[in-house]
């Protein structure tokens, strides 16, 4: 696919039609000509048809991004399905660790800044303190070990980068645990939830409107700015909770928004009482400080993020719920928060 100068830098976006990927979309279209990625098939996003990648496959991927040639690349693609990635290693590894890789190879080859979402997984999750960049890893599972491996093929690459751990993402776009609460508060009259894991939910509107503002903030010159600023940073909202709390807090906004919900109780029970083919971690604390210190920057909190996200997830949840089909990038969202300086 041929592309026409359009006299902004091109900012490259994979996993577009996912959750974080689908809100970059409205969030970058301030500061370059985004170009959306999906893995299959060419889907209309709103920022227009996507160029199709294979992320198993290096060399779909090297084409894919020397067709287009960004300033910019934006990894928001990724093999999100904790329990399912127990037995699917070799697919984990690929999305998770090797296409990252390949992807900053390429961008460390055309001179553009490459941003990637990582994980709180990369983590052993004991412990109550506050993790932060500097602490040592120790992933549980295959999930996480096949991020820390992706986050290691980045630096390896000696790209210009920033990779991003955020951590219990949900958004108005895809599946998420916000939307599992919905559609089981509808249905159930009593549920259980775990309540000794402690962790901030983040929405993928805090995600992508404040990567946006670590782009702008470069002024144009995000590969040199991140060639001197860059490394690993945490990336989640402020404050912590557990699961049990952020279902309650879901359940009242639910209400808020004249939801008529069946539960009448929520219980709390240990992880113990909700086994899973992958072991989680209960302390996913992540200390932002660093991201605060260099660039100035600070998600919201959880709860205030989850309120802004809240109206529009449940307008797409519930045009789901009835059998309307999608897209439903349609649905009204706030405009983009990001200053309109160009990359």
């Known amino acids: 696919m041929a592309f026409k100068s359009s006299g902004r830098g091109r900012i490259l976006v994979t996993g577009a039609n996912g959750q974080v990927g689908w809100?970059?979309?409205?969030?970058?279209?301030?500061?370059?000509?985004?170009?959306?990625?999906?893995r299959s098939?060419?889907?209309?996003?709103?920022?227009?048809?996507?160029l199709v990648m294979d992320y198993a496959d290096p060399d779909s991927i090297r084409a894919v991004i020397r067709s287009v040639g960004p300033k910019v690349i934006i990894?928001?693609?990724?093999?999100?399905?904790?329990?399912?990635?127990?037995?699917?290693?070799?697919?984990?590894?690929?999305v998770n660790a090797i296409a990252p890789g390949v992807m900053a190879e390429e961008a460390r080859r055309m001179g553009a800044a490459f941003i990637h979402y990582s994980t709180d997984y990369v983590f052993a999750g004991d412990g109550v303190a506050a993790w932060t960049e500097s602490d040592p890893t120790g992933p549980l599972g295959v999930y996480g070990r096949s991020k820390l491996a992706?986050?290691?093929?980045?630096?390896?690459?000696?790209?210009?980068?920033a990779i991003l751990r955020t951590s219990w993402?949900?958004?108005?776009?895809?599946?998420?645990?916000?939307?599992?609460?919905l559609r089981l508060g509808t249905e159930r009259e009593s549920l259980s939830v775990v309540a000794d894991q402690i962790g901030a939910p983040t929405s993928a509107r805090a995600i992508a409107d404040t990567t946006a503002a670590l782009l702008a903030g470069c002024r144009g010159h995000a590969a040199e700015v991140l060639a001197e600023k860059g490394g690993v940073f945490h990336f989640c909202c402020g404050?912590?909770?557990?699961?049990?709390?952020?279902?309650?807090?879901?359940?009242?906004?639910?209400?808020?928004?004249?939801?008529?919900?069946?539960?009448?109780?929520?219980?709390?029970?240990?992880?113990?009482?909700y086994p899973t083919p992958a072991r989680r971690p209960k302390n996913s604390r992540m200390s932002c400080a660093l991201l605060k210190d260099r660039f100035?920057?600070?998600?919201?909190?959880?709860?205030?993020?989850?309120?802004?996200?809240?109206?529009?997830?449940?307008?797409?949840?519930?045009?789901?719920?009835?059998?309307?089909?999608?897209?439903?990038?349609?649905?009204?969202?706030?405009?983009?928060?990001?200053?309109?300086?160009?990359?």
């Not at 098939?41 to 996507?50: D, N, R, V």
């Not at 993402?169 to 609460?181: A, D, E, L, Q």
């Not at 004249?258 to 219980?267: F, I, P, R, S, Y």
Request: glycine share 8%.
């Open 75 to 94: 990894n928001a693609a990724a093999h999100t399905q904790v329990d399912k990635a127990e037995s699917e290693v070799e697919a984990a590894m690929q």
């Open 41 to 50: 098939p060419e889907t209309q996003t709103s920022a227009g048809k996507s």
């Open 239 to 273: 404050g912590e909770t557990s699961w049990y709390n952020f279902a309650i807090e879901i359940f009242e906004q639910a209400r808020m928004c004249g939801h008529e919900l069946a539960v009448q109780t929520v219980k709390p029970i240990a992880t113990e009482d």
């Open 169 to 181: 993402v949900y958004g108005v776009h895809g599946h998420n645990f916000v939307k599992t609460m």
């Open 23 to 38: 809100e970059l979309l409205r969030t970058l279209r301030l500061l370059g000509e985004v170009v959306p990625v999906t």
């Open 296 to 343: 100035g920057l600070a998600l919201p909190e959880w709860k205030a993020g989850l309120a802004e996200s809240f109206p529009a997830l449940y307008q797409n949840w519930k045009a789901a719920a009835q059998g309307i089909k999608g897209p439903h990038f349609n649905l009204p969202v706030p405009a983009a928060k990001s200053a309109s300086t160009t990359v």
């Open 150 to 161: 992706g986050e290691q093929a980045i630096a390896a690459s000696g790209a210009s980068a």
